[in-house]
């Protein structure tokens, strides 16, 4: 009983001691996930965008990507726009409308690059969404020779793509509800993939900043001041025409408040990307 019991002991501290293989693996898959971040994180702040834009009010709500993506879908709804109470007619209005219809597009496509990359854990190439859009990028070559497949107009041809985030009523069957778990699922996964919330997370800023305004009004928010910084060193500052019709003191303020902007923005955009260096680096050490 006692040479059992030395042994035993013997056996705990052996297994304390040393590195557990289910902890390695642990380590080994957190590893590859952080190597995976990184590599598309580095690929995303190859350069720097600042906009200055003066709104009436700010939402300070936090993303929720679930949310977030419910919200950019609903704007697929054919009675958004009534519903939101956001102007028909008018040429300013139109315009208003095609910036909420874009940020769908911009989520669509998103998407639909993922469908057709083979190693994204998305691609199925007996999938009907891509069936169909091969079918009808076939029948438009024939109406139109020099086509061009990636165009992201073409996209449509897939449509509908986007999976339903509320279960959708049918006269067939009320409840669709093994569509309805298939989209959750596969909604579920989607907000997993780091490169795709971050494009959500982007769009949800967008529609943000067009949600800040009196959307039952046809003026939208204008971009006074943007100002691009790539990694090469080519700076671009472009200003609207609108600004120098302000009074000076206002265009003077938007300035100065977008200078600050930029410099602050450059600051941590830098320190961002020296952070990911040094990530890289230790990360290659400890492999």
Same mark, same amino acid.
């Given at each position: 009983?006692?040479?059992?019991?030395?042994?035993?002991?013997?056996?705990?501290?052996? /297994?304390?001691?040393?590195?557990?293989?289910?902890?390695?693996?642990?380590? @080994?898959?957190?590893?590859?996930?952080?190597?995976?971040? +990184?590599?598309?994180?580095?690929?995303?702040?190859?350069?720097?965008?600042?906009?200055?834009? *003066? *709104?009436?009010? &700010?939402?300070?709500?936090?993303?929720? $990507?679930?949310?977030?993506?419910?919200?950019?879908?609903?704007?697929?709804?054919?009675?958004?726009?009534? &519903?939101?109470?956001?102007?028909?007619?008018?040429?300013?209005?139109?315009?208003?409308?095609?910036?909420?219809?874009?940020?769908?597009?911009?989520?669509? @496509?998103?998407?639909?690059?993922?469908?057709?990359?083979?190693?994204?854990?998305?691609?199925?190439?007996?999938?009907?969404?891509?069936? @169909?859009?091969?079918?009808?990028?076939?029948? $438009?070559?024939?109406?139109?020779?020099?086509? +061009?497949? %990636?165009?992201?107009?073409?996209?449509?041809?897939?449509?509908?793509?986007?999976?339903?985030? /509320?279960?959708?009523?049918?006269?067939?069957?009320?409840?669709?509800?093994?569509?309805? &778990?298939?989209?959750?699922?596969?909604?579920?996964?989607?907000?997993?993939?780091?490169?795709?919330?971050?494009?959500?997370?982007?769009?949800?800023?967008?529609?943000? %900043?067009?949600?800040?305004?009196? +959307?039952?009004? /046809?003026?939208?928010?204008?971009?006074?001041?943007?100002? +691009?910084?790539?990694?090469?060193?080519?700076?671009?500052?472009?200003?609207?025409?609108?600004?120098?019709?302000?009074?000076?003191?206002?265009?003077?303020?938007? &300035?100065?408040?977008?200078?600050?902007?930029?410099?602050?923005?450059?600051?941590?955009?830098?320190?961002?990307?020296?952070?990911?260096?040094?990530? *890289?680096?230790?990360? %290659?050490?400890?492999?």
């Amino acid at each position: 009983m006692s040479n059992e019991l030395q042994t035993k002991n013997r056996n705990d501290i052996q /297994t304390k001691g040393g590195e557990s293989p289910d902890i390695k693996n642990l380590a @080994r898959g957190v590893l590859n996930n952080l190597v995976s971040s +990184v590599q598309t994180l580095v690929s995303d702040i190859t350069a720097l965008e600042v906009n200055t834009i *003066v *709104v009436e009010r &700010i939402n300070g709500s936090k993303f929720n $990507a679930w949310e977030a993506y419910q919200e950019i879908y609903s704007i697929h709804d054919q009675n958004y726009f009534e &519903i939101k109470g956001i102007p028909k007619e008018g040429s300013q209005a139109q315009a208003l409308r095609q910036h909420y219809r874009s940020l769908f597009d911009q989520l669509e @496509r998103e998407y639909f690059y993922l469908l057709l990359e083979q190693d994204s854990g998305f691609y199925n190439p007996q999938d009907e969404r891509i069936t @169909r859009y091969r079918q009808n990028l076939e029948e $438009a070559k024939k109406r139109q020779e020099n086509i +061009v497949e %990636a165009d992201e107009n073409n996209i449509k041809l897939a449509k509908p793509i986007l999976p339903a985030p /509320t279960p959708v009523i049918d006269e067939k069957d009320a409840n669709h509800q093994e569509d309805w &778990i298939e989209n959750y699922q596969e909604i579920q996964k989607l907000l997993k993939n780091a490169k795709f919330v971050r494009t959500l997370r982007k769009i949800a800023e967008l529609k943000a %900043a067009l949600d800040s305004n009196n +959307v039952t009004s /046809t003026q939208t928010d204008i971009i006074y001041a943007q100002t +691009v910084m790539q990694l090469d060193g080519d700076i671009i500052t472009r200003y609207n025409k609108e600004l120098f019709n302000l009074p000076e003191e206002a265009k003077n303020s938007i &300035i100065t408040t977008h200078n600050e902007g930029l410099v602050a923005g450059e600051k941590q955009w830098r320190g961002t990307f020296s952070f990911l260096i040094n990530l *890289v680096q230790n990360i %290659a050490k400890l492999s």
